[in-house]
Each structure stands twice: as C-alpha cells, then as structure tokens.
C-alpha cells in the first residue's frame, strides 16, 4: 500500500508563498503522474497541478494559478513539491496530492492514492 504524506500548509498573509511537499511512501506502485488539487468546504474539488514522472518538464496547471504556482519533482526522494507564491484569500482551503496512471491530468477520477491533505489559509 503506497501512502503519501503532504506537509507545508500553513498560515500566510495575501502575497505570501508557501511550499507544499508531497512524499511518496515508496516509487515502485503504477503511477505515471502527480498531482495537485484542492477542495474547499461545500465545493467540488477541483485540480491545481500535475507533473508527469518521467519528465519534468509535462507540468499542467489550473489556468487561476500559472505564473504563481511551480509543480516540481525529486525522484530520487519520490517527494513532489508544489510552490505557490503571490498567494490570495481564494487560494485557501485544503490542498490534496494524488497520485496516479492518469492519461487526463486534471480529472481526479484517474488518480488512485490520495494523501490526507494540509491547510493553507491566506489571511487578507
């Protein structure tokens, strides 16, 4: 069973940035891709970013975050990174990192490890 572990959330003032880790419990599992997403209360959850394995430059993101957010991996620590700078109010709600064989990128039905989660509020 593969888990993974998000650490990084935290509490930012408007225009602040925090870094998002997510590490993989192990690399050998069927997974292709990682990803991104997040889900405020009584919303969808919706994709932020994904990275391919094998290459990492096959970054995808949610339209609202290019230029502020940076997916990025380290294999060899099966952790992957997301940076997010220039951060507002609406950014805040739970931030998830999935893991996956995944031809779509953004849609979360293709990802098959989830991790629990971690906070990130942006104070105005």
């Known amino acids: 069973q593969v888990q993974l572990v998000e650490s990084g959330g935290g509490l930012v003032q408007t225009g602040g940035s925090l870094r998002l880790s997510c590490a993989a419990s192990?690399?050998?599992?069927?997974?292709?891709?990682m990803g991104w997403f997040r889900q405020a209360p009584g919303k969808e959850r919706e994709f932020v970013a994904a990275?391919?394995?094998?290459?990492?430059?096959?970054?995808y993101y949610k339209d609202t975050v290019k230029g502020r957010f940076t997916i990025s991996r380290d294999s060899a620590k099966n952790t992957v990174y997301l940076q997010m700078n220039s951060l507002k109010p609406g950014d805040t709600t739970v931030y998830y990192c999935?893991?996956?064989?995944?031809?779509?990128?953004?849609?979360?039905?293709?990802?098959?490890?989830w991790g629990q989660g971690t906070q990130v509020t942006v104070s105005s």
């Open positions: 192990r690399r050998s599992f069927s997974s292709n891709c």
């Open positions: 990275i391919r394995w094998w290459s990492s430059s096959n970054t």
């Open positions: 999935a893991a996956g064989w995944v031809a779509t990128t953004a849609d979360q039905n293709e990802y098959g490890y």
